[in-house]
T-cell receptor, first 115, second 114 residues
Framework: DTEVTQTPKHLVMGMTNKKSLKCEQH?????MYWYKQKAKKPPELMFV???????INESVPSRFSPECPNSSLLNLHLHALQPEDSALYLC??????????????FGPGTRLLVL | AQSVTQLDSQVPVFEEAPVELRCNYS??????LFWYVQYPNQGLQLLLKYLSGSTLVKGINGFEAEFNKSQTSFHLRKPSVHISDTAEYFC????????????FGAGTQVVVTP
């Protein structure tokens, strides 16, 4: 099974709402990633977890809060977002994230609209 | 620092014609190179990757790419495209011990028409 699942598929939220995005994989991978992708642009890395520890935070605003409860699950908690945060949020996983040669397996994404 | 340049933002191609997507990179150290494809309303899927060894890399769906160190290029080719190859294609680069930090190019939109 090489599938990464993400829920929900679509999310509409107001600027005062709190919501969470969820990602799950059952490939035994120990690294998980969050990316943000704006329309017609490449994905931009936000966070990397390796062995349930945050290894990379690409200077993401604190209104985005990642959480890795275990090696199979990754959450992204959203609070007080801005309209410019509207984007496709992609989750990915790879073997352990410690080297650059690993293949990252991507989920289908959550399309977020902030009103 | 590393960077990736995809020279073509959009490539129109007729069905059963060949296609080449260009990718150039810059880096002061050795790199690993990837091509990912993103079909409409989907996540990214790996087509192929170059880590070391043979410079000609074969991937899924009939795609192949050639690593050229002297020209710092990693162009993607397919000899005969299908309508289903319509998608966005991203070239990406990482370095050893980079904690999986992929640097993507801007992407090339391939539109296949009958």
């Amino acid at each position: 099974d090489t599938e990464v699942t993400q829920t929900p598929k679509h999310l509409v939220m107001g600027m005062t709402n709190k919501k969470s995005l969820k990602c799950e994989q059952h490939m035994g991978h120990r690294a998980m990633y969050w990316y943000k992708q704006k329309a017609k642009k490449p994905p931009e890395l936000m966070f990397v977890y390796s062995y349930e520890k945050l290894s990379i935070n690409e200077s993401v605003p604190s209104r985005f809060s990642p959480e890795c409860p275990n090696s199979s699950l990754l959450n992204l908690h959203l609070h007080a977002l801005q309209p410019e945060d509207s984007a496709l949020y992609l989750c990915a996983s790879s073997q352990d994230g410690t080297s650059g040669l690993e293949t990252q397996y991507f989920g289908p994404g959550t399309r977020l609209l902030v009103l | 620092a590393q960077s990736v340049t995809q020279l073509d933002s959009q490539v129109p191609v007729f069905e059963e014609a060949p296609v080449e997507l260009r990718c150039n990179y810059s880096s002061s150290v050795s790199v690993y190179l990837f091509w990912y494809v993103q079909y409409p309303n989907q996540g990214l899927q790996l087509l192929l990757k170059y880590l070391s060894g043979s410079t000609l890399v074969k991937g899924i769906n009939g795609f192949e790419a050639e690593f050229n160190k002297s020209q710092t290029s990693f162009h993607l080719r397919k000899p005969s495209v299908h309508i289903s190859d319509t998608a966005e294609y991203f070239c990406a680069v990482t370095q050893p011990d980079s904690w999986g930090k992929l640097q993507f190019g801007a992407g090339t939109q391939v539109v296949v028409t009958p």
